[in-house]
């Protein structure tokens, strides 16, 4: 069974949230960079940075940054700068930039560590901070969100779904709970 928690209003206003907190924390927008992790990451990322570019008039930078390449569940995979070039797209140097990485679900902890991995592999930024639209626990790792839209506790057989309009013709944040 499928359970909605939040609809494109909810999803909506935590990102109008994050985004002020974003320009709260960093004391404005300078030097201030986002990237979205592939996929829905990306929509988040393209999302707050227009929302705050309607709150302060700065046009912030976007990237997107594929972690594949940097999972710790690939054993097949050697890193190259070409293919680290060929999958993550940024017009713009991280090297003393405060980045925010920007995500859907934070969970383990292990995609935020290959998103890390991936960014000082471009260049040594000054600082680097998570948001993420969904914290459901269940760490893995010391890894934390310094921007969460909505916590959300859940249980192991449990699985939360974003939905965004670009990929999915809706906006939604959904519950399933899984056969055991």
Do not use: W
């Not at 929509?43 to 930078?61: D, H, S, T, W």
């Not at 999958?87 to 292990?110: F, Q, W």
């Not at 969460?148 to 939905?163: F, R």
């Amino acid at each position: 069974m499928i359970k909605e928690l939040f609809d494109k209003i909810a999803i909506k206003r935590a990102l109008t949230r994050i985004s002020y907190e974003i320009i709260e924390k960093n004391k404005g927008t300078e030097n201030l960079v986002l990237f979205g992790i592939k996929t829905r990451g990306v929509y988040l990322a393209k999302r707050i940075a227009k929302r705050i570019e309607e709150l302060e008039g700065v046009k912030i930078p976007v990237g997107v940054l594929d972690i594949t390449l940097y999972r710790d569940d690939r054993q097949d995979v050697s890193l190259s700068n070409e293919a680290v070039v060929n999958s993550t797209e940024c017009n713009t140097d991280v090297n003393k930039k405060n980045v925010i990485l920007i995500d859907d679900v934070l969970y383990t902890g292990r995609t935020i560590r290959a998103a890390m991995d991936a960014l000082i592999h471009m260049g040594r930024p000054n600082s680097i901070s998570l948001a993420v639209l969904v914290d459901r626990g269940h760490r893995e790792l010391p890894i934390r969100a310094d921007y969460v839209g909505k916590n959300i506790p859940t249980a192991l057989n449990e699985k939360v779904s974003v939905n965004v309009e670009e990929i999915d013709n809706k906006d939604s944040i959904e519950l399933e709970k899984l056969e055991s």
